[in-house]
């Protein structure tokens, strides 16, 4: 069983690419979170895989909320646990925090893929170029291959680009990040663009954004920051205060 969760499309292509290889099945959790279900059954054997976006060195708040909330029926200290997280280009302790979380659960395998940078709120971030964007994808499939490869045989590896600074990044960045920066009330939608088309309503994986007649597009306090919004905006009438305006729109195809 593979959970994942994705917003603009890297960590939603990893699950699928494994789920394919490892003839696993796939659960979206924020389908699940909406739904309210966190109670799920283990196959005899059956591994449990987590596959997620870097969040500013940490994994995505959403994803642990999940996890914490989680119950898993059927797993036994033989459950192979594994956690594959997507970044633009390091991951920081995500995996000591994934661990972390698990609680009970042991974590056995950890991966990590770089992806296109999609993060673009910040000064400094950006999404890649064309040349760039290309070049990560390339290596991602080999990455894939790679990851796939061991989890078929349920090895124990740590295979992930920590970065430098990890504990600064993860243990005082990250909480910042998550106090300061996960917020949708900076969200704004350009009248004169928007086209009403409910793009936002749809490609929101929180179910968070909702679409009135004759009225904006409204964000209601569930968002998980994944950008799906800004990013799948046919038009770019959506951006986050004025951090976006003049920067690149990534989504994975």
Not at 30 to 35: G, K
Not at 137 to 166: F, M, N, P
Request: glycine share 6%; charged share 25%.
């Amino acid at each position: 069983m593979i959970f994942y969760f994705s917003g603009t499309g890297n960590s939603r292509w990893v699950a699928e690419q494994l789920s394919q290889k490892l003839d696993d099945r796939l659960v979206p959790i924020s389908e699940a979170m909406v739904a309210g279900k966190y109670s799920f059954s283990l196959t005899d054997g059956e591994s449990v895989g987590f596959v997620f976006p870097t969040y500013s060195w940490g994994p995505a708040p959403v994803m642990v909320e999940f996890i914490k909330r989680m119950e898993l029926r059927g797993y036994d200290d033989n459950t192979f646990c594994y956690m594959v997280t997507t970044c633009g280009d390091d991951v920081g302790l995500s995996v000591a925090m994934w661990q972390e979380a698990l609680g009970d659960i042991k974590g056995c395998a950890a991966y990590s893929v770089q992806m296109p940078n999609n993060y673009i709120l910040l000064p400094g971030f950006d999404v890649d170029c064309k040349e760039l964007e290309e070049r990560k994808k390339a290596a991602a499939v080999k990455q894939v291959e790679h990851i796939a490869h061991h989890l078929k045989r349920k090895r124990y590896a740590v295979d992930v680009v920590e970065g430098s600074w990890a504990w600064v990044k993860s243990r005082i960045i990250y909480p910042w990040f998550k106090r300061y920066s996960m917020t949708d009330k900076k969200f704004v939608v350009d009248a004169e663009r928007c086209t009403h088309c409910g793009a936002c309503v749809k490609n929101c994986p929180m179910q968070n954004i909702t679409l009135k007649t004759g009225e904006l597009p409204k964000w209601n306090g569930r968002c998980a920051m994944c950008l799906a919004c800004i990013h799948r905006c046919p038009v770019r009438a959506i951006d986050y205060a004025r951090a976006t305006q003049k920067k690149g729109r990534y989504f994975f195809k």
